[in-house]
């Protein structure tokens, strides 16, 4: 947890402009000394600060921390009563462990939980989702579900197109979907999705549904990632800081009534919308699945969400799990 000092000294600076010591201890109502310490302490959560003598303190890039109250207030009213319980941490392990412990309680659906920073964020084949701290929306959502896994086959396709539809509602074109569970951003990794599902294999089940967006990730913390990838930032500019609270309910907004009517509404009614959003078809690629790698050419998915490759032999073979990998021109 973020002491409310500290949090106070963060919504300060998050504007990226110079504070005196001064001018901050005043504003917190502690000495200089205090407020030193204060902002030593930002370096634990890899919180970078610039000092310049006669300028003061300033975020070496702004932010916005998550609110609760701006979050709720950007939800349409439709979608309110959908929202469960929601949670906002400062540090957590991991958003979708969260909410899976949550489930195990008996927590309700359409419980949601934010994170500022995960320090075990989990992305596909067990990798670590790159997480620095009040940039970037962790978001998870646990939702119950009357029949089991087989009832909602294809719900991370119909995840994918909601989170779309949201990122087109604010402004964002040029998106695409990787199956199976990907946005991306002119053939760079934008966001990715992340089901787990528990449950009885023909009664009730759970599903959470994890969701990392990089709307501002720094160059330095992006140099791990195995693939090529792009934020917000880079799309539409340094405005994006202080709209990460908005950005958060419009992803609500969209994810939540899809959540509700899935079981009823089935995948189906996403197919059309989802190729047309297909960023894969006609690219040469390689689909990893357990240890067999398969290549050939993606013909999109058939009415099941399954992947279809077409191999060098011509035939067609529809695939139900995998990761598929390609090279940018």
């Not at 030193?36 to 932010?63: H, N």
């Not at 990794?189 to 089940?205: Q, R, T």
């Not at 995948?267 to 297909?278: C, I, M, P, S």
Request: charged share 20%; glycine share 12%.
């Amino acid at each position: 947890m973020i002491s409310d000092k500290l949090k106070q000294l963060l919504n300060t600076l998050a504007d990226g402009r110079f504070h005196s010591g001064t001018e901050l201890a005043s504003l917190l109502g502690i000495s200089r000394s205090a407020v030193w310490k204060q902002l030593s302490a930002l370096s634990e959560f890899g919180i970078e600060l610039l000092a310049v003598s006669g300028k003061g303190y300033r975020l070496k890039f702004p932010l916005q921390l998550l609110d609760k109250q701006l979050i709720n207030g950007f939800l349409a009213s439709p979608v309110r009563p959908l929202l469960g319980e929601l949670e906002i941490h400062d540090q957590i392990h991991s958003t979708n462990t969260h909410l899976l412990e949550m489930a195990r309680q008996g927590a309700d659906s359409g419980a949601v939980c934010l994170a500022e920073q995960q320090t075990a964020g989990k992305g596909r084949r067990g990798r670590i989702w790159v997480s620095p701290f009040g940039h970037n929306i962790y978001l998870s959502i646990l939702w119950r579900f009357q029949g089991g896994p087989a009832a909602i086959t294809g719900l991370s396709l119909a995840m994918g197109v909601a989170v779309v539809r949201a990122l087109m509602g604010f402004g964002i074109t040029d998106i695409g979907l990787k199956w199976p569970n990907d946005i991306h951003w002119r053939q760079r990794k934008l966001a990715g999705i992340l089901i787990e599902v528990s449950g009885e294999s023909s009664g009730p089940c759970h599903a959470v549904i994890g969701l990392g967006l990089n709307v501002f990730l720094p160059r330095h913390e992006g140099q791990g990632i195995e693939q090529d990838w792009v934020d917000l930032y880079s799309i539409v500019g340094e405005t994006i800081h202080g709209r990460r609270n908005r950005l958060a309910g419009e992803i609500l907004n969209q994810l939540l009534p899809v959540l509700a009517e899935y079981e009823t509404r089935t995948l189906e009614q996403y197919l059309e919308e989802w190729r047309g959003y297909d960023c894969m078809r006609g690219k040469q690629v390689e689909l990893f699945m357990n240890e067999h790698v398969f290549s050939g050419v993606v013909a999109g998915i058939d009415d099941q969400g399954l992947l279809l490759l077409k191999q060098a032999d011509g035939l067609i073979r529809a695939f139900a799990s995998g990761e598929v990998s390609f090279r940018r021109l």
